[in-house]
């Protein structure tokens, strides 16, 4: 059995009294919801202070990057090392970054390596382009995305992947739950290759890409859809607390 995961990814949204106001909204209604992982990743300035209000919840945190070098001369970036024993998820290789910060193949498989040295819990993004999908090339996009992060990766404890098409993300038009969970299936095969048989069926897979309350279900009542990884809709503490719920509803365990 995996255990559904819903995980928001702030992005560069919210000061520190913002991200401990909205989980301190968000917190007692969280708890309140058993038989689904809930994860928040705010920005790196608020882990500190979301954690400690945090404290005691069944609500988890995670970072949204990471370097892979654990210390040295690198302004600006933040290690492993510093994430470990401040949260327990790090989003990596997200399309954004991807786009922005020009992270691609190698990089982002040092990261995940980082990560799972350093005991973090990778969630690794994957996704085609819009004018990827609209040549057919989504599958060999994703399994290319996968054949390059995860070289050598043997053992990854907690590795989760988001499968996110990059045409779905922020634009309030997602993907269908029958298209992703075609791709998360061939994303779990490919993943089974590279790793092997048993990893890739106990991991979980997420959907992500305009995620909302109102179209959760259809994605977790997907067989190989696992959660969700949720943008704007988690800054929205009764929107994020509704998508938890409905997730309950459909696929959660007790
Ligand atoms: C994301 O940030 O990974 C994402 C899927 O964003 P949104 O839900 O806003 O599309």
Known sequence: ????????NWKMNTTVDEGV???????????KINGVEKLV??????????????????????????????KGAYTGEISPLMLAGLCEYAIIGHSERRQYFQEAGEMINRKVKAALKAGLKPILCVGERLEENEAGKTAEVVTGHLKSALVDIKSPDGLVIAYEPVWAIGTGKAATGKQSNETIGLI???????????TARDMRILYGGS????NI???????????????????????????VQKTKEVKGRI
């Not at 779990?188 to 048993?198: N, V, W, Y």
């Not at 279900?217 to 997907?222: G, K």
Request: aromatic letters at 6%; hydrophobic letters at 45%; proline letters at 5%.
């Open 211 to 214: 995620v909302t309350a109102e």
């Open 41 to 70: 990743c705010p920005p790196f300035v608020s882990l500190v202070a979301v954690r400690d209000t945090l404290a005691g919840s069944t609500v988890k945190t995670g970072a949204q990057n990471m370097y892979f070098e654990e």
């Open 188 to 198: 779990r095969e490919t993943a089974g290759k590279l790793i092997d048989k048993a």
């Open 217 to 243: 279900a259809e994605f977790v009542s997907q067989p190989e859809i696992d959660g969700g990884l949720v943008g704007g809709a988690s800054l929205k503490a009764d929107q994020f607390v509704a998508i």
């Open 21 to 31: 106001s909205l989980v301190t909204r968000m917190r007692p209604l969280l708890d």
């Open 1 to 8: 059995m995996r255990l559904p995961l819903i995980a928001g």
